[in-house]
């Protein structure tokens, strides 16, 4: 490693320089604001936890994307979180311990193998919000609107969510008896929306007619709430649980009929984790969700406490790509350098007022203005006196 080397980066971490990092905090502040008038208490879990508390109920994609260390205490397997979402769980199971609902939220870093998103970072500040204990339409309605709240505090523009429930296709594979093999290839062929692909591989397998029709419709059922009715037309012959689905489905549209939501059949994304109605935003001109979320029932069952579950998380980095804070003109105060009494207290006495006050460090480079200040303190008339500069 040549000298310059030292002064890099992994691939996929990055600095928050002082602009970066006064809009990130911003947005922090902005939405742990919001959530708190929700009922939303905040949690701060730790960094790293041992693997197998870690990961539970998280599926093979979480599992790779975990940096793993060995605890030298004791030996066992540790991992760096990449997802805060079963740290939650954990805190609602097995520390709060309630029978009432708890509505939780969360705001820190992730760190994940590989590169995510649109930014191209393994270094997430990940920022969600979890409902415990509720299994009813209500808090999936509640977590959605939560959601789409966030989005449009922040100042994100034209997104649109897309909403789906993955008992539909649950339903419809334990029908077709599929292996696991089979199950994966048709699961990828549909997230692709790979029409033709799909009808192959159900022809190949001699899946019968009547659900070859139904699994391919699912890729075509995608609009606004009238696609429910014509759901209802191609899954008329399916199992109970898929019309109960399309009924979870209505009855969210019922509670959200302020907003405009996009439901997607074939949207299951977090298939191998969520357990009913999932969702996740878009934005235009990226292809990646820039939030996701859903119900995930029972999975502090491990932690000695199974509860219904609903939540979603986003990417704080993410949403400060997307959105701009207004610029606000920077206002500081400049101070001599100086232990004068007369002096600290007054500059203590502005800084108590909430003004930015900068004192100069003797023979320093740069003066009142190369520091960012558009005033400063004189000695007139026998006391400090703030002046504007011009």
């Not at 693997?51 to 994609?61: E, I, N, Q, R, W």
């Not at 939501?261 to 191998?272: C, Q, V, W």
């Amino acid at each position: 490693m040549n000298h310059q080397d030292r002064w890099l980066l992994p691939a996929g971490i990055t600095d928050a320089l002082p602009d970066e990092a006064a809009h990130l905090e911003h947005l922090r502040r902005t939405i742990l604001d919001l959530y708190a008038t929700w009922g939303y208490e905040l949690i701060i879990p730790p960094m790293i936890e041992y693997l197998d508390s870690l990961l539970v109920g998280a599926g093979h994609d979480l599992d790779l994307q975990t940096f793993k260390l060995i605890d030298q205490l004791n030996g066992r397997l540790m991992g760096i979180r990449a997802d805060m979402t079963p740290q939650a769980a954990r805190i609602d199971a097995h520390r709060l311990k309630r029978d009432i609902p708890s509505r939780l939220c969360y705001l820190g870093t992730v760190l994940h193998t590989r590169p995510t998103g649109f930014t191209g970072t393994r270094s997430l500040l990940q920022v969600g919000a979890e409902l415990y204990g509720h299994a009813g339409i209500e808090s999936d309605a509640e977590i959605l609107a939560l959601l789409l709240t966030t989005l449009t505090v922040t100042g994100v523009q034209a997104f649109h969510v897309d909403v789906g429930h993955v008992g539909i296709y649950r339903a419809l594979v334990e029908q077709a008896q599929l292996n696991s093999e089979q199950e994966s290839l048709l699961f990828a062929a549909i997230q692709r929306k790979a029409l033709a692909e799909v009808r192959e591989l159900l022809t190949t397998w001699q899946t019968p007619t009547r659900l070859q029709h139904q699994l391919t419709a699912l890729i075509e059922l995608n609009g606004d709430v009238h696609v429910l009715n014509e759901a209802r037309r191609v899954l008329q012959n399916a199992p109970d649980s898929v019309q109960q689905a399309l009924t979870t489905l209505e009855q969210l549209n019922t509670h959200l009929s302020r907003y405009t939501l996009h439901f997607d059949l074939a949207e299951l994304r977090g298939y191998n984790y969520y357990r009913g109605l999932v969702f996740a935003a878009y934005v235009p001109e990226h292809g990646q969700a820039i939030a996701l979320g859903g119900r995930y029932d029972n999975i502090g069952k491990a932690f000695g406490h199974a509860r219904p579950a609903t939540g979603f998380s986003t990417d704080l980095r993410i949403l400060a790509e997307l959105t701009t804070v207004p610029s606000a003109k920077k206002t500081a105060i400049f101070a001599p350098a100086g232990l004068d009494a007369n002096l600290q207290a007054t500059i203590q006495q502005l800084r108590q007022q909430g003004e930015r006050v900068i004192q100069a460090l003797p023979q320093q480079q740069g003066d009142a203005k190369a520091m960012g200040c558009n005033r400063e303190l004189r000695w007139q008339a026998g006391h400090w006196q703030i002046h504007a500069l011009s």
